[in-house]
Nanobody
Framework: VQLQASGGGLVQAGGSLRLSCAAS????????IGWFRQAPGNEREFAAA????????YYADSVKGRFTISRDNAKNTAYLQMNSLKPEDTAVYYC?????????????????WGQGTLVTVSS
């Protein structure tokens, strides 16, 4: 499956952005989707994940209550709604797909990666 992340940009602290992850290729609904992020000088870290059906989600503590992951299997797209953004949310955000339908929380759990989209939150 090929993934294309989009929707990043510059936003002020307290603002919102919605990232999209468009998939093509193999059956999108067969894959769990995860969002990861990597700030300059930092390792890539897990942000959120959703099962193949969308029935279960999981969030890192740092984004819980502010970010919402969702998916529309009919559109082959997953989303990450980001609210109440903080300067420390500034990072390149990546979406990733994991075969088998159930999510993981580490980079090594995922088999396919999108190219990343930059989110910059100004104070």
């Amino acid at each position: 499956v090929q993934l294309q992340a989009s929707g990043g940009g510059l936003v002020q602290a307290g603002g919102s952005l919605r990232l999209s992850c468009a998939a093509s290729g193999r059956t999108f609904s067969s894959y769990a989707i995860g969002w990861f992020r990597q700030a300059p000088g930092n390792e890539r870290e897990f942000a959120a994940a959703i099962t193949w059906s969308g029935s279960s989600t999981y969030y890192a503590d740092s984004v819980k209550g502010r970010f919402t992951i969702s998916r529309d299997n009919a559109k082959n797209t997953a989303y990450l709604q980001m609210n109440s953004l903080k300067p420390e949310d500034t990072a390149v955000y990546y979406c990733a797909a994991r075969g088998g339908g159930y999510f993981g929380t580490t980079s090594s759990d995922y088999h396919y990666w999108g190219q990343g989209t930059l989110v910059t939150v100004s104070s």
